[in-house]
DNA sequence: GGCCGGTGATGACAGATGTCATGGCAGCGT
DNA sequence: ACGCTGCCATGACATCTGTCATCACCGGCC
């Protein structure tokens, strides 16, 4: 019997995977959280045997959760699966130690042999994510850019993220612009959308 | 026995969903669809008493899908099952003819309970959805405001905006900024956000 | 008819933005 | 020690953006 946990905030879909997997014969859902900083005290009380994250969730994300789960219980393998099929995803996953990355879009049937994969040690990843991976390559920018960058999401003016990161407004002005040259935009909400669209962010 | 379709573009999300309504011993999943433009040829083939529709799917959205539904198929009932509890999604479904509306944060032990109040003829909507609703309002946008704001949704400068949808710049530039005054907001990235963040898109 | 809201346009202007050159400073590998 | 890279800052400049006033056309409505 192999024992999960599964990790997602959206409770329809958490409960919707338990019912999906326990149809398994050999498979057991034994415990279910839905926030990122809930994962590891899951993981050391039940022991599973495969921890299914989602990478969205409130807390903590599902790649740091992955970190911290092969560093506290190496026995309990990581099977990421998540709704967003970002390049930098699967490469962050990874480097955290998951053994699996499966994409919400598919196929129900084949989750169940994923998990028995990543049980019995084998990585199970998605081809199509695996080549974008490749191609879009680590994030080619500097912690501060993708801070600065980061800070740009909401829309806020130059002043605004100054203030916030304690900057002066020069310095974001050149941060913003090493971004937007890097992800080949030419607006500060271009760079926004494809360096998340990368998971440089 | 009450017959339902389920329409999701995440594969993973929908047969898990299956499995957990076929879990119900009067509930019966006969067909499942993965786009928007596939749920009315479904529903007229299946002839289900629930059809449960996601908002954002490929083809067509659901409240789109949900119109035609009830347009083709008034017998069937239509519950939304969406990710982002969105105020203005809920105005649009339940004008659309939707007879539910829930979230999928909800507990998976109640979707069910409201598969079942919807075959009723009942009503179901999330509370907290709901108030949110009418504090947010109807949008306040005009047609081509929204047309306009929806354009510079990916970054693209007041130019492009223009030669995209033929008009004069300056035009655009107008029109953005009466989407900014009355999102409440100072930056045209910021406008963006709070409106789709109100289903105004 | 007169009024009003939505649409399109123009021109002007202050302020924000993106770019560039330049300089200083800390850390790191050779 | 030297050079390289990343980080921070400044100043300057062209351009883009957001705002405002003004005009014009059209459709609906009282």
Redesign the interface.
């Known amino acids: 019997m192999i024992r999960l946990l599964l990790a997602d905030?959206?409770?329809?879909?958490?409960?919707?995977?338990?019912?999906?997997l326990n149809?398994e014969p050999d498979l057991e859902v034994v415990a279910e959280v839905?926030a990122g900083d809930e994962v590891l005290a899951a993981v050391l009380e039940h022991r599973p045997d495969v921890a299914l994250l989602d990478v969205e969730m409130p807390g903590m994300d599902g790649i740091a959760a992955t970190a911290l789960v092969r560093a506290k219980s190496p026995r309990t393998r990581v099977l990421i699966?998540t709704?967003f099929g970002r390049p930098g995803f699967l490469r962050r996953a990874l480097q955290a130690g998951a053994h699996g990355f499966?994409?919400?879009?598919?196929?129900?049937?084949e989750?169940a042999d994923a998990v028995r994969k990543v049980h019995q040690g084998l990585r199970v990843v998605d081809a199509q994510l695996a080549t974008d991976s490749l191609v879009a390559g680590e994030s080619p920018l500097t912690p501060r850019e993708t801070e600065v960058l980061r800070a740009a999401r909401?829309?806020?003016?130059v002043a605004t993220i100054a203030k916030r990161l304690f900057l002066s407004e020069g310095t974001v002005r050149n941060h913003l612009s090493a971004a937007i040259g890097k992800t080949g935009?030419?607006?500060?909400?271009?760079?926004?959308?494809t360096a998340e669209g990368n998971g440089w962010l």
């Open positions: 905030d959206q409770a329809l879909v958490r409960g919707a995977l338990a019912a999906l149809l839905g699966v709704t499966v994409v919400k879009d598919t196929p129900a049937a989750l909401d829309g806020s003016t935009a030419t607006t500060r909400a271009e760079a926004v959308i």
